[in-house]
């Protein structure tokens, strides 16, 4: 069994920055690709940033330069660092990865989410 485990979310004023970390754990062969998404109130979840196993980086939102996604292929764990944080980054933040159990198909894991408010 696989989970993801987020961490690093909180309170943090305008212009703060939070590292959000994320490790997955149990009976993993490969992780393909993991990503962040986040999801405001009353929105809808969005995509923040993506990262593969070769460490090529997409962020397909507003927030390129701001944020920065990472990851530690010999620990499991994704990182975003975000930076010059804005209230409407505010939501909850999801890790995503898509991985594989053993050589064959790969599945989707979501982690249980962790808050981040920014205040003005």
């Known amino acids: 069994q696989v989970q993801l485990v987020e961490s690093g979310g909180g309170l943090v004023q305008a212009g703060g920055s939070l590292r959000l970390s994320c490790a997955a754990s149990?009976?993993?062969?490969?992780?393909?690709?993991m990503s962040w998404y986040r999801q405001a109130p009353g929105k809808e979840r969005e995509l923040v940033a993506v990262?593969?196993?070769?460490?090529?980086?997409t962020y397909p939102g507003d927030v390129k330069g701001r944020f920065t996604i990472s990851r530690d292929n010999a620990k499991n764990t994704v990182y975003l660092q975000m930076n010059s944080l804005k209230p409407e980054d505010t939501g909850v933040y999801y890790c995503?990865?898509?991985?594989?159990?053993?050589?064959?198909?790969?599945?989707?894991?979501w982690g249980q989410g962790t808050q981040v408010t920014v205040s003005s």
């Open positions: 995503n990865a898509i991985l594989r159990t053993a050589p064959g198909p790969v599945w989707n894991y």
């Open positions: 149990g009976s993993i062969s490969s992780i393909d690709v």
């Open positions: 990262i593969n196993n070769d460490g090529m980086t």
